[in-house]
């Protein structure tokens, strides 16, 4: 069955740090990926997306992932965090246009 | 709201009641996923349906679960003899896919069920 890691269970940095959130899967063929992010009382929402195509992908409020094949990976990039970037950030895989399997989520906590 | 909806949001119930939740998609979405997701874990596949058709139902859920669409809108959930364990968020998500359109998942705000 296919699997979703996210390699930090809570990060905590500084407004103005940079912020990389790895997320590695497990599957050997064509998947489509996403990064959700759960801000504190509300619901999910969607921060990006990579279904085909260049494998540098831009999302809202400034972030970006990267789709490495060769390293089953996707990782959450943005340069300059802000105070309300704090959520719970999943990472999640949908192969065959079935289900989503999201990860374990990893905790943002920025310092003002 | 054109969103994902949730009925209802919270719901305490004692163990060995049943219980049942409601989900309203977006309106022209023709996909429908129930998750659920306790503290501190990603959501945790339950179900998805294609229209009124159950397509798949995780193999981790116990026979107490079941869910019905009936004519491809709305969507329940029901729990029978809930367990201290059922207690978690139940999220209801939907898409709206067909030929080679991919999209994402919608969700709502999800229902928080407490068995006491």
């Known amino acids: 069955a296919q699997s979703v890691s996210q390699h930090n269970h809570h990060v905590i940095l500084s407004e103005a740090a940079s912020l990389e959130l790895g997320c590695n899967y497990s599957y050997g063929g064509t998947v489509n990926l996403f990064w959700y992010v759960q801000y504190p009382g509300q619901h999910l929402q969607l921060l990006l997306k990579?279904?085909?195509?260049?494998?540098l992908v831009k999302g809202i409020k400034g972030f970006e992932a990267e789709f490495i094949k060769s390293k089953f990976s996707f990782n959450l990039r943005k340069p300059s965090v802000q105070w309300s970037d704090t959520a719970e950030y999943f990472c999640?895989?949908?192969?065959?246009?079935?289900?989503?399997?999201f990860g374990p989520g990893t905790r943002l906590s920025v310092l003002p | 709201d054109t969103g994902v909806s949730q009925d209802p949001r919270h719901k305490i119930t004692k163990r060995g009641q049943n219980v049942t939740f409601r989900c309203d998609p977006i309106?022209?979405?023709?996909?429908l996923y129930w998750y659920r997701q306790t503290l501190g874990q990603g959501p945790e596949f339950l179900t998805y349906f294609q229209n009124e058709a159950q397509l798949e139902k995780s193999r981790l859920l116990s026979d107490r679960f079941s869910a019905e669409r009936p004519k491809g809108s709305f969507s329940t959930l029901e729990i029978q003899r809930t367990e201290q364990g059922d207690s978690a968020m139940y999220l209801c998500?939907?898409?709206?896919?067909?030929?080679?359109?991919?999209?994402?998942?919608?969700f709502g705000q999800g229902t928080r069920l407490t068995v006491v």
């Open positions: 309106s022209e979405h023709n996909r």
């Open positions: 998500a939907s898409s709206l896919e067909g030929g080679q359109m991919n999209t994402e998942a919608f």
């Open positions: 999640a895989v949908r192969i065959d246009g079935q289900n989503f399997v």
């Open positions: 990579y279904f085909s195509g260049d494998p």
